[in-house]
């Protein structure tokens, strides 16, 4: 691990992970080593810092090209392995270079329904997660995170919490039946699939919370 990316993730750990309280499970999920996608929920501009810092290890991230354009902003997250990304388009140098990242055994966190959803809920996944997956045929680890869009509740006691869900193959994701073709129908059978893992992990959480306030 680099030492600048050494010390921003510790700096975040000691930050973010102590104004949030976080809670991390499954970190034993998450591979020593070779290429993997981390697929998480996107509800909060916190959420790449926070599932970043939370890993084990080194991560590179996806992130919407216009974010780069912001002199300072787009300094920093490139200084933290961020790869701009065309969203809407097959921008294929960006996904090349994930692809390359990924061959070269390195994780990747990503957010498989594109976008950042401000009512919190899951959405379907966009193909971009499998097509990866595929490609570079590596595993992905399902993550949940929730309580990182209520910030101003921090203050209060709110907690975030972040679980990681075991490794699964796109082949797993993508079960026994279909087309095992390359392409469009199977990339969106294996995104789907992870979205399944992610509601898992979410219904997990939820029971979790339920018990505790009995």
């Not at 020593?32 to 959420?47: E, L």
């Not at 780069?68 to 990304?85: D, Y």
């Not at 990182?148 to 975030?160: E, F, H, L, T």
């Not at 193959?169 to 979205?195: F, I, K, N």
Request: hydrophobic share 45%; aromatic share 8%; glycine share 12%.
């Amino acid at each position: 691990m680099g030492a600048y990316y050494s010390a921003a993730r510790f700096v975040v750990r000691v930050g973010l992970g102590t104004l949030t309280r976080w809670e991390v499970e499954g970190r034993e999920h998450l591979p020593c080593d070779g290429g993997m996608i981390v697929a998480s929920n996107h509800v909060s501009y916190w959420d790449p810092p926070l599932v970043g810092a939370a890993m084990t290890r080194e991560c590179f991230f996806l992130a919407k090209e216009e974010l780069f354009t912001a002199p300072l902003l787009g300094r920093l997250i490139r200084s933290v392995n961020s790869i701009p990304i065309r969203r809407g388009v097959a921008d294929l140098s960006g996904l090349a270079r994930a692809i390359e990242i990924l061959k070269g055994g390195k994780a990747l966190m990503m957010f498989p329904e594109g976008s950042r959803m401000r009512d919190g809920e899951l959405h379907p996944a966009r193909p971009g997660v499998g097509m990866l997956a595929v490609q570079a045929d590596v595993a992905v680890v399902p993550c949940f995170i929730s309580g990182s869009n209520r910030p101003g509740r921090w203050w209060m006691g709110a907690r975030v919490r972040i679980s990681f869900g075991a490794p699964r193959s796109w082949r797993e994701l993508a079960g026994g039946e279909g087309d095992p073709t390359p392409g469009r129908a199977l990339y969106q059978r294996v995104g789907d699939a992870v979205m399944r893992e992610i509601a898992a992990l979410r219904a997990k959480q939820l029971n979790t919370a339920s018990q505790g306030a009995a």
